[in-house]
């Protein structure tokens, strides 16, 4: 089984994306919207990201998007600079099949390698339907660093919210470079 190509997203990406994202929250707690945004919204937040410089990935085999991932500001305050928030997304077809995984990793090295210290995860639900998450996260060195109990309703439920945290590169070891 051939894995899957990773490369940064293009504007003709944007169907897709749009279509494996409506399916998270329509379908799934990793996301806590409840109306899938259209193509234009997707296509105004894929560009404020890419704007910003951060990372902005897909997983394509056979010329199809099976997954995407990017990485965007922490917290709009100045101090939080060096660090960056993931968000990943895998088309159902394709979850289990290690998507999230490398698209993970692709984007740990990206972060990486633009200077950023600290990458954040906040994942919905993930002492429930979206333990998958959780379990990648800590696979790629991600720690938990809270839970956030009950503070998000979704599909009849009250969900926890967790955060994990990876130090990249130096970490807090010396100043931020950015």
Known sequence: MTSPSIRPALPADIPAIAAI??????NGTASWELDPPGEAEMRRRYEAI????????????????LGYAYAGP????????????????????????GIGRALLAALI???SAQGF?????????GTGASV?????????GFRLVGVAEKVGFK??????????????GEGHRSPPAR
């Open 109 to 111: 090295a990206d972060c």
């Open 74 to 97: 922490y917290r709009p305050r100045p101090a939080y600079r060096s660090t960056v928030e993931n968000s990943i997304y895998v088309a159902p077809q394709a979850q289990g099949a």
């Open 21 to 26: 994202y409506a399916d998270a929250v329509l």
């Open 117 to 125: 210290r600290q990458m954040m995860a906040v994942i919905g639900d």
């Open 132 to 140: 998958g998450s959780r379990r990648l996260h800590e696979a790629a």
């Open 50 to 65: 890419r704007t910003e410089g951060y990372p902005y990935l897909v997983a394509e085999k056979h010329a199809a998007v």
């Open 155 to 168: 599909h009849g439920r009250w969900l926890d919210q967790l955060l994990m945290q990876k130090e990249l």
